[in-house]
């Protein structure tokens, strides 16, 4: 069974950091891009950052580019999103994704 299991979120202060991690099982991890969506109530889900298969190629969306950095580790099928000078704009909830499988999410908030 393909799974996928979101953790490292919660409240930061403005210009704070977070690590979250995604822990993947029930399919060859190293074989597929990985990514990293986000959420806000009442809003469509946000490509926030991916990374290709090898770990070789990443893209953000403009909005974190500079502060957020995807990485991943195929030996322990698991991949990583570090954020930096958060803001409060970054508050979501944020999902790990592969193809059509998500995560169940874990919230990111960003206030003082």
């Known amino acids: 069974q393909v799974q996928l299991v979101e953790s490292g979120g919660g409240l930061v202060q403005p210009g704070g950091s977070l690590r979250l991690s995604c822990a993947a099982s029930g399919f060859t991890f190293s074989t597929y891009t990985m990514s990293w969506y986000r959420q806000v109530p009442g809003k469509g889900r946000e490509l926030v950052a991916s990374i290709s298969e090898a770990g070789g190629s990443t893209s953000y969306t403009d909005s974190v580019k500079g502060r957020f950095t995807i990485s991943r580790d195929n030996a322990k099928n698991t991949s990583f999103l570090q954020m930096n000078s958060l803001k409060p704009e970054d508050t979501a909830v944020y999902y790990c994704?592969?193809?059509?499988?998500w995560g169940q999410g874990t919230q990111v908030t960003v206030s003082s």
């Open positions: 994704n592969v193809l059509s499988i």
